[in-house]
């Protein structure tokens, strides 16, 4: 069977590549799974693909990046709202996701997966349970993911826990599954679940077997001045400790940090995940992005679960991170435009270890999205960058691609039955809290 050509043309192409180059009326052609040409237009281009479609007013770039998220989580959204960090995890969260079933994380995860690919994500990273439902979602609607068990544990002394185990056997099951759709990692919860001997155990079998790690790390003041009053150090310091960091772990929100935390961040290499929406909601501060991208940390971009969040737009994310950074430094030119485009899309594409995604340009995973800019909110066009970070919204995005294949086509998902995804959650959600 020959391989699918597309060829966009006369659009509008915000490439991240590593000039920042934003091209204007340019192509972007599609052999199979990959990009193979971006470029001019000429007569004789549209003769080398099957499927031409026309770009103009239109804005091409790569699909989002969701770098942290906990997609069963959608079916929560709205359920417990306005509390802190702990009081809504432990009074709040946890015993309802006691009553989740295989099911009901297949239907939240379709639910989340349904939301995402219409506002543009094309990848995502997770951290949950019931993972095979989540990845069976992902190898059914065609989306991009990076897949863990969370992991929670007191005791280091057993062979192996029962959620360990579950990860393991997962990443043996999943890791490439979907025509390498999936990847897998490790997901340690983070320090206040899990104690440092089960941290060390997790770090040891991770290194084993060459598998990654996410963790939620130094997330609020109070995780911070707990694990100091037991352990005497910071999170940050506790995972270093344990054998968790190195240039392929993925830590969530590192919002409390001090100059030696940032240090070993910086020295481990650690992707650092930002997460402002969340830590707005949450009131769990505000991270000190600058300060870390200014180490040269790199900083990727996620959405946190739709229960403290609320929604799954990266958009709405990428607006919210630069105009956080801005007033809580006082710094209008904080974060600017092409910094924070990069966060939701090269940033996490390399905080998730898959380097061919992320950039337009020749040789990289054709996952692209299409953004409809014939609309009063992007006139007049000065900037398409000014435009997408300050003015644009998630209904704006038209067309998905991934690996090649369009998922997502004048807003239609057509890898999903949308009716059939929003009645399944509204009653898993209904059962869940009759």
């Known amino acids: 069977m020959s391989k699918l050509r597309i060829l966009l043309k006369d659009a509008d192409v915000i490439t991240v590549n590593g000039n920042n180059d934003l091209l204007k009326k340019s192509c972007i052609g599609i052999s199979g799974t990959t990009i193979d040409y971006v470029g001019d237009y000429n007569a004789d281009l549209e003769d080398n693909y099957h499927t031409v479609m026309n770009c103009r007013g239109k804005i091409v770039m790569p699909g989002f990046i969701n770098a942290h998220n906990h997609t069963p989580m959608s079916i929560l959204r709205n359920y417990a709202d306005d509390l802190k960090l702990m009081d809504w ?58 897949l863990s068990r969370g992991l929670q544990g007191e005791s280091g002394e057993e062979d192996l826990d029962y959620r360990l ?43 084993q077997m060459n598998v990654p790690v996410q963790i939620h790390l130094s997330e609020t003041k109070d995780e911070v001045k707990n694990c100091i009053e037991k352990y005497g150090i910071s999170p940050i310091k506790l995972a270093d400790s344990a054998g968790l960091l ?42 000190p992005i600058g300060k870390l991208l200014d180490k040269g940390i790199n900083i990727a971009l996620g959405t946190d679960g739709a229960s403290s969040n609320n929604n799954l737009d990266m958009l709405g994310e990428m607006r919210m991170a630069a105009y956080l950074q801005k007033v809580f430094t006082e710094d209008p030119t904080a974060l600017p435009v092409d910094q924070v485009i990069k966060m939701a899309t090269v940033n996490g594409a390399k905080a998730l270890n898959m380097h061919e995604l992320g950039k337009i340009e020749p040789g990289m995973k054709a996952d692209i999205i299409i953004i409809d800019t014939e609309k009063a909110h992007y006139y007049p066009k000065y900037n398409a960058k000014s435009s997408l970070v300050y003015s644009s919204n998630s209904e704006d995005v038209e067309t998905v691609i991934i690996d090649g294949r369009i998922i997502m086509k004048d807003k ?22 009759k």
């Not at 009074?91 to 996701?97: A, D, H, S, W, Y």
């Open 89 to 146: 995890l432990f009074n709040k969260i946890f015993p309802i996701e006691d009553k989740l079933t295989p099911e009901a994380v297949h239907a939240a995860a379709n639910l989340a997966i349904l939301e995402m690919l219409k506002g543009g994500t094309t990848c995502f990273s997770d951290m949950y349970f019931f993972m095979d439902r989540v990845a069976q979602a992902v190898g059914d609607s065609g989306i991009r993911a990076v």
């Open 165 to 207: 185990q579950e990860n393991i056997e997962f990443y043996k099951s999943y890791h490439h599954a979907f025509s390498g759709r999936i990847q897998v990692m490790f997901g340690p919860h983070s320090v206040y679940t899990c104690s440092l001997p089960y941290l060390k155990k997790v770090a040891n079998k991770a290194a």
């Open 246 to 287: 190195n240039e392929r772990t993925l830590a969530a929100h590192c919002v409390v940090v001090d100059d030696e935390d940032i240090e070993i961040l910086y020295k481990r290499k650690v992707n650092v995940v930002h997460n402002p929406r969340s830590n707005m909601k949450l009131g769990s501060g505000v991270a």
């Open 412 to 433: 239609e998902v057509l890898t999903m039955d949308e009716e059939r995804i929003l009645f399944d959650a509204q009653e898993w959600a209904e059962k869940l809290t």
